[in-house]
């Protein structure tokens, strides 16, 4: 027969297992670690309202963050926030799959009407699309518009290439490849990046265009701006476009731009503010500035959406979202900057909270 | 002292209590035929399934076939805003990294298998072996993914620069490996075959006959010459089997590729250019495809479950043929 | 002898000797083959003590309470745990064996007590065979259109639906070499005092194949447990503790560590770590547990 030992082990293994699983399907939600303070009137429900959204990667760490702080504060609604990129986050929202979506593309005229026209777009914050880079040794790496156009275009392939070495004297420029790093899911941060290549450069226009996702003529892809940070962190020589948030919080140097007026400038929180705050927002709040203006001004600037039904037919829902976005719009805000993002200019903060009043 | 006369029986009233030792009830009979008709239902239920499963993908690319034709399967490029697809570098990408997995797992399995059943080690260690050989099989493909990318490609970039600069006119090297690419993939892709070739092809060199290879043992030849003129030859078949059922896998792998081949619609002899696979475009795509990418990636998917679905077919009638033969020897 | 074959005097003398001498050619080729044999060997098995090793170095740091109680992190916040993604596993599989088990299960029972080698049962063998080779993302796929079309969400039930396909062919080959190897004398025996067949199968049949049954099932557990590209658009994921919700998105390990790999956070790739360590032993652990299951009959 079997030995006692052989027995005995494999029963506790068993046990152990069994009793594991039991042990953690027992446990409630986390307590609190932070005092509530006087915040947003926690929302009337008769259990906890669990709002499910998706989407963008680009401003998921500020989402996180709004939205655990929020669920701390308001025991009764959960938000369950999934990075899986724009192109997800609208699909995911258009077929009903999701209470909410989050988009740096916001929606096209097409998806809004597979949406039914249910589909309200609300700006939330913005962020700047930086491109950061691997490179030992060089820091402050300043790329004129042709370079980094070329870079993307894979018409400049090494390093150190005169057009990169012209306007960085004294640098040391390693004879490597660029290995360029874009996304391989359908992203909003492509499209504002695809953007504002278009604007700058005509090549880029008629090439490959602007998308979520396009026929990029080099690179690796990336998943999310995650994917896209992490290969850039752990390949010399590689430089992609991500949130500036990414790179900050991974300190991933980013290059400086040359803008509009010719000046190279590093990624600003405020030049960013002030760069959008200039631009009117029409009423369906879309807009975008591909280029902007001013000397101090970071030529990738963007908004990003989060994407809300006009009428939900589970009213207790659109009660719990309503409160969640009106204290992302305000107290939210004040952690924007903390977390490398751009706060919202005030006038377009207090238009999107008239907004997020005529949802039902 | 009882010369002739009964033994002393068990005693058997217990077993005479025993509800099979009855004739069965009116209950019984019913639940036996009912018993017979589920068993039926569920077998049949699992052709159903795979039916079902062929069913599906074929209903949900049926317009996609109808839209892009034979296109699909030659051109390049991946634009969903433009409906604009071709799968040419996936199945490009797919058939490249599984035969060099199954080249170089292949060849590592066949020679486990080798060490494994012809008494190389001890019985202990063999078994030790045999067993670490099979939990290699059992950790989960996204964990060899997740150790491919922070373990296999930084040791790989040192070697795949130097043989990039000195051999770039050789096609295998002429690029640069700037992190997931081709050969990650078919290492990782490699190590996971290699079980199933190992524990397949063991079986097939257990299964000859032992009276051949002591034979040609009494004639006096050494172990790989018996392996090679004996062994070898006599499992081929089975061993042929094994390559075929790896090839099968490898084709199928998903997560280990999506993580490690980088992503990248375009196909390249070189080992260190990133490519792509049909599993691995799936993995990437489905989550966020809209109504029109997801035709364009059923079909893809009818195409991976062809290309599969055949050579897992193929490789299972080669072993069904294979034993046949050596039952025939035994 | 009519005549002698042949005269042992006019056999060359030849310097015989049964000892193995590395001059010799042959020898010399033997001993080589075979030291490269074990090397490569050895090599074949690195991968799996250099996969162990990373998991310990760099996951078992994380090892803590916290690690099993807390929730997942958002993109760049410290501290949380991996606690959903291992119930939410748990629960996947759970809903997975429940719907595989019974097709499995008695699709086993078919092919070996009543199929035989008929043409359905031929048939049925057959597609099981081909369902094992099934790429996971196709019983993605399968899920997806049956599942997540039809409710209009991604759940724990669709991803239960994509592990059972996979767990299915599974637990019936194994299952069915399990029944096959009940020896016919208890069989018989039972025929022989009057037992209807289905009474044979349930009542003899079945408990002694236990041990080998379970076995099928826990290699099919382990293996839906590793599973990821299903539940990438099945399941999706969760960052809160399963609330009994079977048709809302759930975590799972699988997911959390393929989202966590890619990602640029020192802290989440070092929880991607912390929970392919505690998914291996997992995996490992069944693993285990089932050879030795399956080695209890070399005993005898």
Redesign the interface.
């Known amino acids: 027969m079997i030995s006692v030992t052989r027995f005995a082990t494999t029963a506790v293994a068993f046990i152990g297992l069994i009793g594991f699983s039991l042990a953690c399907s027992k446990k409630e939600a986390p307590p609190a670690e932070t005092t509530p303070s006087a915040s947003a009137a926690p929302v009337a429900a008769a259990g906890p309202v669990t709002l499910q959204g998706s989407g963008a990667s680009f401003p998921a760490p500020l989402y996180s963050r709004w939205f655990r702080e929020f669920g701390e504060k308001n025991k009764d609604v959960r938000v369950n926030y999934q990075s ?2 724009s ?5 995911a929202f ?1 077929e009903g799959q999701t209470d909410f979506g989050a988009s740096d593309a916001a929606m096209t005229d097409e998806e809004i009407k597979q949406a039914k026209d249910n589909v309200i777009l609300l700006p939330m914050t913005a962020g700047n699309i930086v491109l950061a880079y691997n490179l030992e040794g060089v820091t402050d790496l300043k790329l004129t518009r042709e370079v980094y156009a070329g870079i993307f275009l894979g018409t400049i392939k090494k390093w150190n290439d005169p057009k990169i070495a012209a306007s960085n004297p004294g640098a040391k420029l390693p004879k ?2 660029i ?1 360029v790093v874009h996304r ?3 992203s909003g941060t492509t499209f504002v990046f695809t953007q504002h290549l278009a604007a700058i450069n005509e090549k880029w226009k008629s090439g490959p265009g602007v ?6 003529p080099v ?5 999310k701006n995650d994917g896209v940070s992490a ?1 850039i962190k ?2 010399p ?2 430089i992609g476009y991500i949130e500036y948030a990414f790179a900050a919080t991974t300190k991933q140097p980013s290059a400086l731009l040359e803008n509009k007026a010719g000046k190279f400038v590093a990624p600003s929180l405020q030049g960013s503010a002030a760069a959008l705050a200039a631009v009117e927002l029409p009423a369906d709040m879309r807009a975008w500035v591909t280029d902007p203006a001013g000397d101090e001004a970071y030529p990738i600037v963007t908004y990003t959406w989060i994407l809300a039904h006009k009428k939900y037919d589970d009213k207790a829902k659109s009660a719990a979202l309503k409160s969640v976005l009106k204290w992302s719009l305000q107290d939210g805000q004040k952690l924007s900057e903390g977390l490398f993002y751009v706060p919202l200019p005030e006038k377009v903060a207090s238009n999107v909270l008239k907004a997020v009043d005529t949802i039902e | 002292m009882a010369s002739t006369g009964m033994k002393a029986g068990p005693d058997l009233t217990e ?1 005479f209590r ?7 009830s009116a209950w ?2 019913n ?2 035929v ?3 008709y ?10 159903l ?2 039916g ?2 062929v069913f ?2 074929m209903r ?1 690319a049926k317009t996609a076939i109808a839209d892009y034709g034979f296109k699909f399967l030659t051109t390049s ?5 433009r409906a604009d697809f071709g799968i040419l570098p996936e199945i490009l990408g797919t058939l490249y990294t599984s035969i060099l997995a199954l080249g170089m797992g292949g060849f ?2 066949i ?2 298998a ?2 494994l059943s012809q008494g ?2 001890p019985r202990k260690v063999e078994l030790a ?1 045999k ?6 099989a ?10 491919g ?3 296999l ?2 040791l790989l970039r040192g070697p795949a620069g130097w043989l990039n600069e000195h051999f770039e006119s050789i096609p295998f090297f002429s690029t ?1 490996l ?3 690419g081709i050969l990650p993939a078919a290492l990782v892709l490699s ?1 996971m075959i ?1 079980p199933t070739v190992t524990a397949i092809s063991r079986e097939a060199m257990a299964a000859v006959p032992k009276r051949l290879a002591a034979a040609a043992y009494g004639l006096g030849a ?4 018996v392996i090679f003129n004996v062994t070898l030859p006599t499992s081929a078949g089975g061993i042929f089997g094994a390559l075929v ?1 790896g090839f ?2 490898a ?5 280990a590729l ?2 490690l081949v ?4 375009v196909f390249g002899f070189s080992l260190f250019s ?1 490519g792509n696979t049909l ?1 691995a475009l ?9 109504n029109v990418e997801v035709g364009a990636l ?1 079909y893809a ?1 009818l195409v ?2 062809l290309i ?2 055949a ?3 193929l ?2 009638w080669i072993m069904l043929h294979a034993t046949r033969e050596l039952k025939g020897l035994g | 002898m009519a005549h002698a074959a042949t005269n042992p005097q006019e056999i060359p003398a030849q310097q015989s000797s049964f000892r193995k001498s590395l001059s010799e050619p ?2 010399l ?2 001993t080589a ?2 030291v490269l ?2 090397l ?2 050895v ?3 690195f ?2 003590f ?2 162990l090793y ?2 310990l170095a760099k996951g078992a740091t994380q090892l803590s309470l916290s690690l099993f109680t807390e929730l997942t992190p958002g993109a760049g916040m410290e501290g949380g745990g991996i606690g959903n993604a291992i119930v939410g596993t748990l629960v996947v599989v759970a809903v997975s064996t429940v719907l595989a088990l ?2 499995g ?3 086993a ?3 070996a ?3 035989g080698e008929s043409k ?2 031929v ?2 063998r ?6 094992t ?10 899920a ?3 599942v997540v079309v039809t409710t209009g969400s991604f759940s724990a039930l669709a991803g239960g639906a994509a592990m059972a ?1 996979l767990m ?2 599974t637990v ?1 080959l194994t299952a069915e070499s399990a029944l096959r190897a009940v020896p016919s004398k208890m069989k018989m025996a ?1 025929f022989g ?12 049949v079945i408990p002694t194949a236990i041990p080998g049954i379970l076995t099928g099932v826990m290699l099919a557990l ?1 293996r839906a ?5 299903p539940l ?2 099945t399941a ?1 994921f969760s960052d809160y503790w399963f609330g009994g919700e079977l048709l809302k998105p759930i975590a799972s390990l ?1 997911v959390l ?2 989202n966590f ?2 990602s640029p956070f020192e802290h989440q ?1 070092a929880l ?2 912390a929970a ?1 360590l505690v ?2 032993t997992i ?2 652990v069944l ?1 285990v547990i089932a ?1 030795i299951v399956t080695r209890r009959p070399e005993e005898h």
Request: glycine share 12%.
């Open positions: 899986t990129g192109g997800a986050g609208i699909k258009i490597i490849d290995s391989s899911d359908g998308g979520k996702s396009v026929e990029w690179g690796v892809g990336g998943a290969q752990q390949t020589g590689a | 077993a025993s509800p099979v030792s009855r004739p069965p019984q009979k639940f036996d009912a018993f017979k589920l068993a039926h239902a569920f077998g049949a239920g699992v052709v399934l795979l079902g499963v599906e993908v949900h490029t991946w634009d969903a805003n590592l399995g020679t486990v080798l060490v190389f080690v072996m067993n670490v050989i099979e939990l290699l059992a950790i989960p493909s996204v964990v060899y993914g997740l150790w990318i922070f373990v490609v930084p640069r700037s992190g997931p190590i290699l050494t172990r790989w010459e059922l099968g896998r084709l199928g792998e998903t997560m999506a993580m980088g992503n990248a619609n990133p599993a799936l993995a990437n795509h489905f989550p966020e495809a809209g059923m998917a991976l479950m599969t679905l050579v897992n077919a490789g299972s | 042959r020898t080729v033997n083959l075979t044999a074990l490569f060997s090599f074949a098995m991968p799996l250099s996969v990373m998991l019974p097709l299960f008695m699709g029972v078919y092919l007590e009543y199929g359905l049962a048939v049925v057959f597609c099981g065979k081909v369902l080779g099934l790429p996971s993302i196709l019983a993605g796929v399968f997806y259109a049956m396909v299915i062919p019936m039972a005092m009057g037992a209807t067949r289905a009474q044979v199968v349930t009542k003899i382990a447990m590793g599973e990821t590209a990438l658009f999706l699988s560590i393929y790999a890619g790739i991607a770590w392919s998914l291996v995996v490992l693993n050879q």
